[in-house]
Structures are given as C-alpha cells and as structure tokens.
Nanobody, 123 residues
Framework: QVQLAESGGGLVQAGGSLRLSCTGS????????VGWFRQTPGKEQEFIAV????????FYADFAKGRFTISRDNAKNTVYLQMNSLRPEDTAVYSC????????????????WGQGTQVTVSS
C-alpha cells in the first residue's frame, strides 16, 4: 500500500511559477514510477508527466514540455513538479499517482492516488 500527499498548490499570477510536491509513504513508493495529472471541473484527469523509479526516464504531455519539469528525491520519498510560465488554463486540481502499469500515461494505469492540490492561475 502507498499513501500519497500533494502540497505546494496555491494562487499565482500568469507567468509565475509553482513547485508541487508529492510525498509518499509505504515501501514501494521509491521503487515505482510516479505520475502527475490534473483535472478541471467537467473534464477527465489529464496526464502531465511521469518519472521512472530511478528518475532517469521522464515523459511529458505536449502542453507540459518546456514549461513543466518532473523530478524526484527518493531519499525524501518525494516527487516534484516544477511549473513555470503558468497560464490561466493551467488552473486545475493537480494530483500525483503511483505504481502504474501499462503506458504510464493513462490514469487507469495507476493504483494509488493522492487527494490533489488546487492550482489557480490568475490573468
């Protein structure tokens, strides 16, 4: 079993930056990939990025490339999502998820989820 908790969300102006953290507990957190997703009302969760257990492999959604960076510190059981040049359309609830199977890009691949953290970008 893996428990995940996100932090770092908040209100930021367009063009600003935020760093989200996903802290995990449980023996498998540091030995499994971790992904970030986001969701706005009325829409399905949208894949943002995923990082392998070692941190050497990452994949990004097209909208995230060049603006978002995923990283991890296994000594701290934490995965980060650095978000730069934020836009109002980035406003969403951001969630991390762990221990995926399959493609790692589909929300259905993930076994464990955090509660999410709200990110609001004002124009």
């Amino acid at each position: 079993q893996v428990q995940l908790a996100e932090s770092g969300g908040g209100l930021v102006q367009a063009g600003g930056s935020l760093r989200l953290s996903c802290t995990g507990s449980g023996r498998t957190f540091s030995s499994a990939p971790v992904g970030w997703f986001r969701q706005t009302p009325g829409k399905e969760q949208e894949f943002i990025a995923v990082i392998s257990e070692s941190g050497t492999t990452t994949f990004y959604a097209d909208f995230a490339k060049g603006r978002f960076t995923i990283s991890r510190d296994n000594a701290k059981n934490t995965v980060y999502l650095q978000m730069n040049s934020l836009r109002p359309e980035d406003t969403a609830v951001y969630s991390c998820a762990g221990d995926p199977s399959g493609s790692w890009r589909d929300r259905a691949d993930y076994a464990f989820w955090g509660q999410g953290t709200q990110v609001t970008v004002s124009s």
